[in-house]
């Protein structure tokens, strides 16, 4: 399909298992967001990418998260040593602009992956 | 630090009562402003942005909103809802020249509207 896809689209991982998470972009899309959204919050910010380059990583909550997007496509966030608290939807987002920027641009987003640690 | 702050977060409304959704920023320079929406079962999709120009924005679905950089608000109107409207809202901030890339995005407000 044409819009950004997520896989899995469900995770149940035991306490301090490793997980990884994939996002597919759309094609062409310089920017790529993560973002982890608790129930009954809004999105919230966990990484940037900027073709490969990973811009702005101040979202991550510890060093057990990690993101990474070797060519500028198809990016996998990492969380190692899953805990409890780590149980949230995780939305990956693209962009055909930059962001922090003027010019204008418009995040599309996935349809998520909900992780649940058990 | 930069927070988004949505007033209400959930509303219930009859079909054509007219629609405003509060969203306030904290951040003293300059910022790209976001509505998005997530209809039950779908993915957040954009509503309206602001950049720059007219602060008075529009977007889809008859959606407006408008910029007060004295207020820091940027709230989200529409005249007249309909059923299909009921969905989640979120207001998002992206602040220029702090050499982040973050989008900040609010609790989001879920709306319900009644035929």
């Known amino acids: 399909g044409a819009g950004v896809s997520q896989s899995p689209r469900y995770k149940v991982a035991k306490r301090g298992q490793d997980v990884a998470l994939r996002c597919d972009p759309i094609?062409?899309?310089?920017?790529l967001f993560w973002y982890q959204q608790a129930l009954g919050q809004g999105p919230e910010f966990l990484t940037y990418f900027q073709n490969e380059a990973q811009l702005d990583k101040s979202g991550l909550p510890s060093d057990r998260f990690f993101a990474e997007r070797p060519e500028g496509s198809v990016s996998t966030l990492k969380i190692q040593r899953t805990q409890q608290e780590d149980s949230a939807v995780y939305l990956c987002?693209?962009?055909?602009?930059?962001?922090?920027?003027?010019?204008?641009?418009?995040?599309?987003f996935g349809p998520g992956t909900r992780l649940t640690v058990t | 630090a930069q927070s988004v702050s949505q007033h209400n977060h959930h509303v219930i409304l009859s079909e054509a009562a007219s629609l405003e959704l509060g969203c306030n920023y904290s951040y003293g320079g300059t910022v790209n402003l976001f509505w998005y929406v997530q209809y039950p079962g779908q993915h957040l999709q954009l509503l309206l942005k602001?950049?720059?120009?007219?602060?008075l924005v529009k977007g889809i679905k008859g959606f407006e909103a408008e910029f007060i950089k004295s207020k820091f608000s940027f709230n989200l109107r529409k005249p007249s809802v309909q059923w299909s409207d009921t969905a989640e809202y979120f207001c998002?901030?992206?602040?220029?020249?702090?050499?982040?890339?973050?989008?900040?995005f609010g609790a989001g407000t879920r709306l319900f509207v009644k035929a």
């Open positions: 998002a901030v992206n602040a220029i020249g702090t050499g982040g890339f973050k989008t900040i």
């Open positions: 094609s062409g899309h310089v920017s």
């Open positions: 987002a693209s962009s055909f602009g930059t962001s922090g920027g003027r010019s204008s641009y418009e995040q599309y």
């Open positions: 602001y950049f720059s120009g007219d602060p």
